[in-house]
C-alpha cells in the first residue's frame, strides 16, 4: 500500500565504483517501484579509469499509480540542488557529491560509508596528499539535511556480499520511498542471484542506519601485531639503547628495514642510528627532533623501492588474499591478476652488479637493443605460473641487493646525508632537522624518483653553498618541491630566495 505523498519525483543518485554492485542497486530500486506501480527510470555515466571518478547511476521514482495513464519525462542526470538522497559508496566519494552540489541542506539524505579508498591525486602527491577524514566527513555533514556515516564496508565484508547490499538496507530504513522493508527484501529476492547474502547484508545496513554511530575501536585494537620472534633480540637493543620517546619509531625502522632485507640490514639501521642519538643526547635539545625524524627517514632510505622490492611484494600471499577479498573471490571461482609493468633501461642497470650497470648504461650497441625492448610496457599475469616464476626470478636479486648499482648509489647518498646532517646540527639544530625531512623528496622508482632526486640535490647544492641557508628557508623549498611535480613552483621559490640573497650581499 502506497504511502500518501506529493506527486513529485523521488531523486536518489548512487555513487559507486566498479565491483560494488552501483548498478545492480539502481536496478532493485527500478524493480520495487515498479512492483509497487510507481514509475522509474534509471541512467548511469561511467567514470574515468585509475581512480579519478565513479560511476553516478540516478535513479528517479515517480509514486503515483502507473494506471493514471499519464507517461511522466524523466531527467537523465542529477541536477545540483534538486537530489533527495545521495548513497556513496565510500568516504572520497560523498565529497565528490558535495563538491558537485548534488548534497544540499534543504534537502538531502546522505548515506556514506566511512571507509577510505584513496583518490589518485592523493596517491600521486609527491609529499603527503591526503585529505584528512574528518574534513571529509565534516563536509558531508554540514552539506547535508540529514548525513548517515556508517562502515558499511566491513559489514558487506562480514556478511559476505557486496555493499550495494548494505546500501540498499539503509535506503529502506531511511524511509524517503513510500513503501515498506518487505519491498526491498522482494526486490533482492526477485533478482535471483545471491540471495542469501544480499539479504544478510541488507539487514545489517538496515539495522545500522538506525542505530546511533557507534565510537572507533581503540586505536590498540587496530594496530596489527608486530611482534617477530627472529626480532627479538634487535627490539631489546631498542628498549635498552635508545630513549623511551623514540622506540616506536625506531621498532617500526627495525622491522622495515629487516622485512626488506634481513636482519643484519636491520642491524645496520641501529648502528647508523645511534650517533644521531648520541648527538642529540649531547645537545640536549628536548623532545628529541633530530633523532626521531632521522630514525623515520633512515628507516625509510634504507628500504628504497628497487625492481626486487615491487616483484617481491606483488608475490607476497597476503596480497593475493587482500586482492581475493576485495573482489569478493569464492572458492568456486578463479581470479587473474594481471600486473602492468613499463620497466626503463635505468631500472635493469640498477638491479646488476654495479660494474656490469655501469657498463650497460655506458656501453653503445647493447643498450640501444635493450631500449628497444623496454620501449614498449608488458603485462604479467602474477596467478599464472610462467608469470609469477618470472617476477619469483627478479625478486630473488634482493639476495645480492648490497651489490646492485642502485645500492651503491644510494648507499652514498645516504651517508653524505647523514654526515651534512650531524655537521650541521653542531651548529644550527632546527635546520638540521628540516634537512634531515628533505628526504622525503626521494621516494619511488622511475621517472618519480628521478624528478624527487633532483629536487633534493637542488635544495641540498644550496644547503652546502656559500650564502647561509636558514631552516624556514629549507622548509619552504621543500614544501614546494612535494606541492608541485613539474618543478615549477620550487623554480620560483629558488629564484625568488636566490635574488634575496644576491641583494643582501650587496647590501
Known sequence: MLREVPIKPIK?????????????????????AEVQGCYALSTSVPGV????????????VLPMAREAGRTPVFSLMPTPGDVDVVIASELMESARAVQRGLVTPDKTTLITSSHRVYAMPEKMAMGDGRVPS???????????????????????ES?????????????????????GRQAFESAIERGGVGVSASLKAFAAGFDAYRDDESPSPPLTKLTRD????????????????????????????????????????????????????????????????????????????????????????????????RVGREVQVSQ??????????????????????????????????PRALLERVTQQGRVVRTTSLTGFLMLYVVAGCRGFRRKSLRYVRENEAMQAWMSRVTRIARVDYALACEVVECQRLIKGYGDTHA??????????????????????????LRDAALADESGQKLARVLETLVSRHAEEACA
Request: aromatic content about 8%; charged content about 25%.
Open 12 to 32: 536518489i543518485a548512487i555513487l559507486a565504483m566498479g565491483g560494488e554492485g552501483g548498478g545492480v542497486l539502481a536496478d532493485w530500486i527500478v524493480d520495487a
Open 332 to 365: 568456486q571461482q578463479l581470479m587473474h591478476i594481471n600486473e602492468y609493468f613499463h620497466p626503463r633501461l635505468q631500472e635493469i642497470a640498477d638491479m646488476l652488479p654495479q660494474g656490469l650497470g655501469r657498463w650497460l648504461m655506458a656501453s653503445g650497441t
Open 159 to 179: 556478511s559476505g556480499s557486496v555493499i550495494s547490499a548494505v546500501l540498499f538496507g539503509a535506503l529502506a530504513a531511511a524511509e524517503v520511498l513510500p513503501w
Open 134 to 156: 574528518e574534513q571529509l566527513l565534516e563536509a558531508g555533514r554540514k552539506a547535508a539535511r540529514h548525513c548517515v556515516v556508517r562502515d558499511f564496508s566491513r559489514l558487506a
Open 49 to 60: 579509469a585509475q581512480r579519478t571518478g565513479a560511476t553516478i547511476y540516478y535513479v528517479e
Open 226 to 321: 608486530l611482534e617477530d620472534p627472529r626480532l627479538r633480540e634487535l627490539l631489546q637493543r631498542v628498549r635498552n639503547d635508545f630513549p623511551a620517546d623514540i622506540a616506536d619509531v625506531v621498532a617500526h625502522g627495525v622491522r622495515r628495514t629487516a622485512d626488506y632485507q634481513d636482519l643484519a640490514y636491520a642491524a645496520e639501521y641501529l648502528n647508523r642510528l645511534a650517533p644521531v642519538v648520541a648527538l642529540d643526547k649531547q645537545l640536549g635539545v628536548e623532545g628529541w627532533r633530530l633523532a626521531r625524524e632521522t630514525a623515520r627517514y633512515l628507516a625509510l632510505w634504507m628500504t628504497f623501492e628497487d625492481t626486487a622490492r615491487v616483484a617481491e611484494l606483488k608475490l607476497r600471499a597476503s596480497r593475493f588474499q
Open 451 to 476: 624528478r624527487g632526486l633532483s629536487n633534493y640535490e637542488t635544495i641540498m647544492s644550496l644547503v652546502e653553498g656559500r650564502t647561509r641557508t636558514t631552516a624556514d628557508q629549507v622548509r619552504e
